[in-house]
T-cell receptor, first 115, second 109 residues
Framework: ETGVTQSPTHLIKTRGQQVTLRCSSQSGHNTVSWYQQALGQGPQFIFQYYREEENGRGNFPPRFSGLQFPNYSSELNVNALELDDSALYLC??????????????FGQGTRLTVV | EDQVTQSPEALRLQEGESSSLNCSYTVSGLRGLFWYRQDPGKGPEFLFTLYSAGEEKEKERLKATLTKKESFLHITAPKPEDSATYLCASLGSARQLTFGSGTQLTVLP
């Protein structure tokens, strides 16, 4: 078991609604990344937060946004939900980029279903 | 753009039948090549990181190797509990993990 926890574990939303997913990082890790994993696919990078600022972004529209708090926990917000947003959303924590040890540890994910 | 391709997509083995999973990668400024195990509905579980060609790492029945273009995950005498999806990911100069689509391994008793 990693120390990365995500909430909620499952969520059902209606198209057009907004959703907030939460992540607590592993102790000692101040970098948090979010990934979207569609069924049968590998995770796709959404963005990364370090020191409360976005530190890299994948090919996702602006309606995907995030926050990182002083205690290194993080939120992923998705506005104007679309059916294709249905996926497993994964949070990964790691130590800062460039410090050598590059392992990222994942939480159990939040399964989002948009109907 | 970094790219990772895994093969085969699915693999069925009899218990005890050794095999290898392949991960081909194209990445700018490789900072690490990662292997994860993922069980259905769960987050990926970290297995190995490889940093340079020629490096090998082992854990129980698994051994990961790395060349300049590929990585292999060798599974020796697998057991049914090794059944899972195995994901390969590269970390490049963009400092984000790029994943392949995974190999779904089924080990039959």
């Amino acid at each position: 078991e990693t120390g990365v926890t995500q909430s909620p574990t499952h969520l059902i939303k209606t198209r057009g609604q907004q959703v907030t997913l939460r992540c607590s990082s592993q102790s000692g890790h101040n970098t948090v990344s979010w990934y979207q994993q569609a069924l049968g696919q590998g995770p796709q990078f959404i963005f990364q937060y370090y020191r409360e600022e976005e530190n890299g972004r994948g090919n996702f529209p602006p309606r995907f946004s995030g926050l990182q708090f002083p205690n290194y926990s993080s939120e992923l917000n998705v506005n104007a939900l679309e059916l294709d947003d249905s996926a497993l959303y994964l949070c990964a924590s790691s130590i800062p980029p460039g410090t050598g040890n590059t392992e990222a540890f994942f939480g159990q994910g939040t399964r989002l279903t948009v109907v | 753009e970094d790219q990772v391709t895994q093969s085969p997509e699915a693999l069925r083995l009899q218990e005890g039948e050794s095999s290898s999973l392949n991960c081909s990668y194209t990445v700018s400024g490789l900072r690490g090549l990662f292997w994860y195990r993922q069980d259905p509905g769960k987050g990926p579980e970290f297995l190995f990181t490889l940093y340079s060609a020629g490096e090998e790492k082992e854990k129980e029945r698994l051994k990961a190797t790395l060349t300049k273009k590929e990585s292999f995950l060798h599974i020796t005498a697998p057991k049914p509990e090794d059944s899972a999806t195995y994901l390969c990911a590269s970390l490049g100069s963009a400092r984000q993990l790029t994943f392949g689509s995974g190999t779904q391994l089924t080990v039959l008793p």
